[in-house]
């Protein structure tokens, strides 16, 4: 019996779960993307971050400048089969400096995982990462790594989450000790004992239990920890919040789990209960309306663009969320901004650095397209009709630098270099209205870095960057601007649409002049 079209797609959407990891720095992001894919099949063993001078590096981490500092740079994907489920992780960046590239990759997951350190708690790049999936609704789920170090106590890690987060948090696991104590995990939903073996997790045991009193645990625990265990979840089941699902669904409510990725501990536990209460691709909007995923007719948009993926064949990359319909390789598709039909033919997905051909893919999936330069971040690809995705934000740079190329005879390069990086979302460019200076905005340090060395590296000029003390941007919008009023400690500058944007030094300068032009506009991120 055949299947139609919008059953098949159906079938496949209900499989589907994609989702970004989010954290501060040396929270073990890498170490858990890697165990997730371990469970999949996806590696056959995980490479350690810290052996950093060893051939194996992690497999999430494949720009030169992220082997050598061992820290995820880009956001990557990956895609792994488990358990019925067809699951594509978006790998964000989690060091101290990141980009909006970052922010972008958020737009194109369902879901997040929420990983954090049990001694340092809640870290500042946690929060800004947070807070875009908090303005987007997405369920936040929580894994609580290091169990087998000393950390916090749960009760303040949860009064921490929802002190600084703004988030009530439900444990769906609790810690039966911690560090050299650490005994195991009771899952408070299925009323059973996931035992700590040490080193060794290659096998899990889980015992089931009656309840938390069930002797087995004090046989296995002891009465110190034991007792401990039973006075944490009579205060829990008395005071603490109730599993909610529809809470957990609109991002007011985090699950968390307590374990140890480095030791593959509670991780497997962690990845079963996600994938039942993660949401499957959902409905996007577009400037006509909503789109559900079960709508026949194929539409993506393109959230991050990748140039030298492959440095032998400097190659640039277009990574496309799919939100409707099914893709096929070959199809023939409306790039909506261009206004012209374009052929699909040599689409991607992805383990990290490794790509195979894609025949086929569904709502959630993500693909790379081979980009020979037409494709910008945002653009909607369409079969049939003018669909739109709401354009993804351009958010404020922090920090700002002029620059200059040290060889003036690598003009063409230093341009064709500005233009792609620019394109891929590492630096946002503007220019003076008076010297027609170059002026580089980013969001975190790093990307200032990465963009040298990518300039060196990959186009093969050297270039001078400038710090300046310009600590904000603001598009402004206003019928007559006048650059004489953004003189003190600001400047009048244009972004690459011509749009207008003030740099100011510090908040006062800001507030000053919105003071001095009350009839203008000023915005965080583009118009």
Not at 7 to 19: A, G, L, N
Not at 202 to 222: H, L, Q
Not at 410 to 435: N, P
Request: charged share 25%; glycine share 6%.
């Amino acid at each position: 019996m055949s299947v139609s079209l919008k059953e098949e797609i159906s079938q496949e959407v209900e499989k589907r779960r994609t989702f970004a990891i989010i954290s501060h720095p040396d929270a073990g992001k890498t170490t858990l993307t890697e165990k997730l894919l371990l469970f999949g099949g996806a590696i056959r063993e995980a490479g350690s971050v810290k052996a950093r001078k060893a051939s194996r590096h992690a497999t999430s981490d494949w720009m030169e400048i992220e082997k050598q500092r061992g820290i995820s740079v880009t956001s990557s994907v990956m895609q792994f089969d488990y358990n019925g489920h067809r699951i594509n992780i978006l790998d964000t960046p989690g060091h101290q400096d990141f980009s909006e590239d970052t922010y972008r990759t958020l737009t194109a997951a369902d879901s997040a995982v929420m990983l954090i350190d049990v001694a340092k708690g809640v870290e500042p790049q946690t929060i800004k990462l947070f807070q875009v999936c908090s303005k987007r609704g997405i369920p936040i789920f929580t894994f609580i790594n290091k169990l087998d170090r000393e950390g916090q106590s749960p009760f303040d890690l949860m009064e921490e989450i929802e002190r600084v987060l703004g988030i009530r948090s439900v444990p769906m696991n609790w810690p039966i000790g911690m560090g050299r104590d650490l005994c195991g995990v009771y899952d408070r939903m299925k009323n059973q004992v996931e035992l700590f073996n040490g080193k060794d997790h290659s096998t899990i045991e889980v015992r089931k239990v009656d309840d938390y009193n069930d002797p087995i645990i004090r046989e296995m625990a002891g009465d110190f920890m034991t007792d401990q265990l039973i006075a944490d979840l009579e205060l829990l089941d008395v005071a603490g919040d109730q599993f909610d699902f529809e809470k957990v669904s609109k991002g007011e409510l985090t699950p968390v789990f307590f374990g140890s990725a480095v030791n593959n501990f509670g991780v497997q536990t962690f990845l079963e209960n996600f994938l039942q209460l993660a949401p499957k691709p959902a409905s996007r909007q577009t400037t006509d309306g909503i789109i559900e995923p079960t709508n026949e007719k194929f539409t993506g948009y393109v959230f991050k663009i990748q140039a030298n993926m492959n440095p032998a064949h400097r190659d640039r990359i277009a990574f496309l969320r799919i939100c409707s319909g099914r893709f096929d390789r070959g199809m023939s598709v409306k790039h909506v901004r261009a206004g012209k039909d374009i052929k699909l033919s040599q689409p991607q997905q992805f383990l990290a650095q490794d790509r195979d051909i894609v025949e086929s893919a569904y709502p959630g999936d993500i693909i790379g397209l081979f980009d020979p330069g037409i494709f910008r971040i945002g653009d909607s690809l369409a079969q049939g009709g003018n669909v739109e995705f709401n354009e993804l934000p351009t958010f404020s740079p922090e920090i700002f630098a002029k620059v200059t190329v040290k060889n003036a005879l690598k003009h063409k390069q230093y341009q064709k270099g500005i233009d792609q990086l620019t394109e891929e979302g590492t630096i946002q460019v503007f220019r003076t209205t008076s010297f027609e200076d170059t002026i580089l905005g980013v969001v975190g340090q790093l990307q200032f870095e990465v963009f040298e060395y990518r300039m060196r590296a990959e186009y093969g000029v050297e270039i001078q960057l400038h710090r300046m003390t310009y600590q904000f941007a603001r598009w402004i919008i206003d019928d007559k601007i006048d650059p004489s009023k953004f003189r003190i400690n600001s400047t009048l500058v244009k972004d690459k649409k011509d749009n207008y944007v003030v740099l100011f030094e510090n908040e006062y300068a800001m507030r000053t002049a919105m003071e001095k032009n009350p009839t203008a506009k000023f915005l965080e991120t583009a118009p």
